[in-house]
């Protein structure tokens, strides 16, 4: 079973400019997330999709931060316009199902490292 | 928003010793996860734990979820290389699986052969 896909795996860009990064989730995983991890740190949840609904995106920086799944498959988190503390590495993991019971099956892609200068 | 406190924040440790870790919070929470994250991937699940008080293993590795729900030990025996890594914890307020996770700020182990 491939894994989720992420791209571009590096992005070196300049504050002000635009980014945008990548997901194809596992085939079949309705819920997807979107996290932030800036180094030395813990992953930071910044938006959360079931199909292509958004279930939570409370800590979404929303005046510069977008994301859309508009077929409820891959999706795009954007960031216009970047600022020096956006560097970080942004990891988008997915998982069967988001409302039934316990079960942990949320599986992390490779992350995007980006780099605002 | 809910914090975690994890420490210790980095380890450098022999081969073969043994290795303890903690989170801690002023929340409680229903569920207490144990990722592992290497270099250049993304986090991967170890172990997860449900209830007040379970200990559960995964090889050499052992958790537990405090009985006052606001703290989780992972415990690592004869540690090998490849146990080096950034451990996380993460916690979930939330009993449903949808519900949000909060990371803890990871423990950095080194081990030497």
């Known amino acids: 079973e491939a894994g989720v896909a992420q791209s571009p795996r590096y992005k070196i860009i300049e504050k002000r400019q635009s980014v945008a990064f990548w997901c194809n989730p596992i085939s079949g995983h309705a819920t997807l997330y979107w996290y932030q991890q800036i180094l030395g740190q813990g992953p930071k949840l910044l938006i959360q999709?079931?199909?292509?609904?958004?279930?939570?995106d409370s800590q979404l920086p929303k005046d510069r931060f977008s994301a859309e799944r508009l077929k409820g498959v891959d999706s795009t988190l954007k960031i216009q316009p970047a600022k020096l503390e956006d560097s970080a590495v942004y990891l988008c993991a997915s998982s069967p199902w988001a409302d039934r019971g316990l079960q942990e099956t949320q599986y992390f892609g490779p992350g995007t490292r980006l780099l605002v200068l | 928003g809910q914090q975690l406190n994890q420490s210790p924040q980095s380890m450098f440790i022999q081969e073969g010793e043994d290795v303890s870790m903690n989170c801690t919070s002023s929340?409680?929470?229903?569920?207490w996860l144990w990722y592992k994250q290497e270099p250049g991937e993304g986090p991967v699940l170890l172990i997860a734990l449900y209830k007040a008080g379970e200990l559960t293993s995964n090889g050499r590795l052992t958790a537990q979820f405090g009985i006052t729900r606001k703290d989780s030990f992972l415990n690592i025996s004869a540690s090998i290389p490849s146990d080096v890594g950034i451990y996380f914890c993460a916690g979930r307020i939330g009993r449903n699986a949808g519900n949000m996770l909060t990371f803890g700020g990871g423990t950095r182990l080194m081990v030497k052969p």
């Open positions: 929340s409680i929470f229903n569920t």
């Open positions: 999709f079931q199909n292509n609904g958004v279930v939570d």
